[in-house]
């Protein structure tokens, strides 16, 4: 048998292995010869894959040399040597990815994976509320374009967002695009929550903040704000042993009805090190694949309607394609990526909290 042949073969036997359960024996067939073309072109490129929690699972246990949340990623994508770093996520990923390394080609593997949060605001929404709250430090979910961060004063994840909060020395704090973050987060720092929309019912159009200490925008995300408390009350009548973990882009109501809340990579090392046996897992259906394709003896329930579309376009086939004709390159303007890369900087220097620590990228081994 040739070189290739059997390296495709023993590639199949081993996602067989690890994926069998969640990927058809045809589908992995073709998948494992994917994958070896993408390990050639890797090389051949001099090119790092990162990968997102919430990517399917065939091409989570394979292809990325790291997995990880937004702020593992995001501190990982400054520090390749490589020339090329493919991105395996939404595009605010890969753009953070540029701005912290914009003398690399930066790819994404689909033009299409955007993602509600990040569409929720634009760069000229952020200026008419700095004009509107002067002097109010502005902090930015990651979840948001380039040009959004440039508006900023400091980005933050979902692992380190209320670290961020509390290392900024202000009574009232702008917390943007997400609305239950921002809740969740104005809830762990005991800070009074209005939305702008809020605040502009109070009837005080003016300077003022009425008395809000966190001043939050409306963005949702698709897949999360779907979640509700009845979802979790159904689920522990069914399973009273069952451990319920939710991202803080759920509502705060689901997130109290919780038993743990955290990043997805906090979410993954809290199903590692528990003792429980059984886990309901509120965020993004794959990452409950891809956890139960590496932990054995664990009973990962998931609401499997919730796919986030953007996510679910990176594919093998995109990222193949993406080495191939090195596309879709993120081009960002110099200026952007400058003022932007502030806004990341200062998030990078801040210590994460107790709470925030399990975020940290977990180690795995990858199927190759
Ligand atoms: P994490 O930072 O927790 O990985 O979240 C990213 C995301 O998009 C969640 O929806
Ligand atoms: Fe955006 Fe939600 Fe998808 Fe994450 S899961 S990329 S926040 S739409």
């Given at each position: 048998?040739?070189?290739?042949?059997?390296?495709?073969?023993?590639?199949?036997?081993?996602?067989?292995?690890?994926?069998?359960?969640?990927?058809?024996?045809?589908?992995?067939?073709?998948?494992?010869?994917?994958?070896?073309?993408?390990e050639?072109?890797?090389?051949?490129?001099?090119?790092?894959?990162?990968?997102?929690?919430?990517?399917?699972?065939?091409?989570?246990?394979?292809?990325?040399?790291?997995?990880?949340?937004?702020?593992?990623?995001?501190?990982?994508?400054?520090?390749?040597?490589?020339?090329?770093?493919?991105?395996?996520?939404?595009?605010f990923?890969?753009?953070?990815?540029?701005?912290?390394?914009?003398?690399?080609?930066?790819?994404?593997?689909?033009?299409?994976?955007?993602?509600?949060?990040?569409?929720?605001?634009?760069?000229a929404?952020?200026?008419a509320l700095?004009?509107?709250?002067?002097?109010i430090?502005?902090?930015?979910?990651?979840n948001?374009?380039?040009d959004?961060?440039?508006?900023?004063?400091?980005?933050?994840?979902?692992?380190?967002?209320?670290?961020?909060?509390?290392?900024?020395?202000?009574?009232?704090?702008?917390?943007?695009?997400?609305?239950?973050?921002?809740?969740?987060?104005?809830?762990?720092?005991?800070?009074?929550?209005?939305?702008?929309?809020?605040?502009?019912?109070?009837?005080?159009?003016?300077?003022?903040?009425?008395?809000?200490?966190m001043?939050?925008?409306?963005?949702?995300?698709?897949?999360?704000?779907?979640?509700?408390?009845?979802d979790?009350?159904?689920?522990?009548?069914?399973?009273?042993?069952?451990?319920?973990?939710?991202?803080?882009?759920?509502?705060?109501?689901?997130?109290?009805?919780?038993?743990?809340?955290?990043?997805?990579?906090?979410?993954?090392?809290?199903v590692?090190?528990?003792?429980a046996?059984?886990?309901?897992?509120?965020?993004?259906?794959?990452?409950?694949?891809?956890?139960?394709?590496?932990?054995?003896?664990?009973?990962?329930?998931?609401?499997?309607?919730?796919?986030?579309?953007?996510?679910?376009?990176?594919?093998?086939?995109?990222?193949?394609?993406?080495?191939?004709?090195?596309r879709?390159?993120?081009?960002?303007?110099?200026?952007?990526?400058?003022?932007?890369?502030?806004?990341?900087?200062?998030?990078?220097e801040?210590?994460?909290?107790?709470?925030?620590?399990?975020?940290?990228?977990?180690?795995r081994?990858?199927?190759?």
């Amino acid at each position: 048998m040739a070189i290739r042949e059997a390296t495709i073969e023993a590639t199949y036997e081993r996602m067989a292995e690890r994926l069998g359960e969640f990927v058809p024996d045809f589908e992995l067939r073709t998948k494992a010869e994917l994958v070896y073309e993408i390990e050639r072109l890797k090389v051949e490129r001099n090119a790092v894959i990162l990968g997102h929690n919430y990517m399917e699972p065939a091409l989570f246990h394979t292809v990325p040399d790291i997995v990880g949340d937004s702020l593992e990623l995001s501190r990982r994508a400054a520090q390749t040597d490589k020339d090329v770093i493919v991105f395996c996520g939404v595009r605010f990923m890969a753009e953070t990815a540029k701005i912290l390394s914009p003398d690399k080609t930066v790819l994404v593997p689909s033009s299409r994976a955007g993602c509600s949060l990040a569409e929720s605001i634009t760069a000229a929404d952020v200026r008419a509320l700095k004009e509107r709250f002067p002097g109010i430090p502005v902090v930015t979910y990651i979840n948001t374009y380039a040009d959004v961060k440039a508006e900023c004063d400091i980005c933050c994840t979902s692992s380190n967002a209320a670290a961020v909060v509390d290392s900024l020395d202000s009574d009232t704090v702008i917390f943007l695009p997400d609305e239950f973050l921002a809740r969740n987060v104005a809830r762990d720092t005991g800070k009074r929550i209005m939305t702008i929309q809020e605040i502009a019912a109070a009837g005080d159009r003016m300077r003022s903040s009425a008395g809000a200490e966190m001043i939050s925008w409306n963005g949702r995300c698709e897949v999360h704000e779907i979640f509700e408390v009845a979802d979790v009350r159904s689920v522990r009548k069914q399973f009273p042993d069952v451990e319920v973990l939710a991202h803080p882009e759920c509502s705060p109501e689901v997130v109290e009805a919780s038993d743990f809340s955290g990043s997805t990579t906090a979410m993954i090392r809290h199903v590692q090190s528990s003792e429980a046996s059984r886990f309901l897992l509120l965020t993004e259906c794959s990452m409950g694949d891809n956890i139960i394709a590496e932990s054995s003896g664990k009973d990962i329930l998931r609401l499997c309607s919730h796919r986030c579309p953007h996510m679910a376009e990176i594919t093998l086939e995109e990222t193949l394609a993406a080495l191939r004709e090195l596309r879709f390159e993120i081009d960002l303007p110099a200026e952007t990526i400058e003022r932007a890369r502030g806004s990341v900087m200062r998030m990078l220097e801040i210590k994460p909290s107790a709470a925030a620590l399990p975020s940290a990228s977990a180690p795995r081994s990858a199927i190759r």
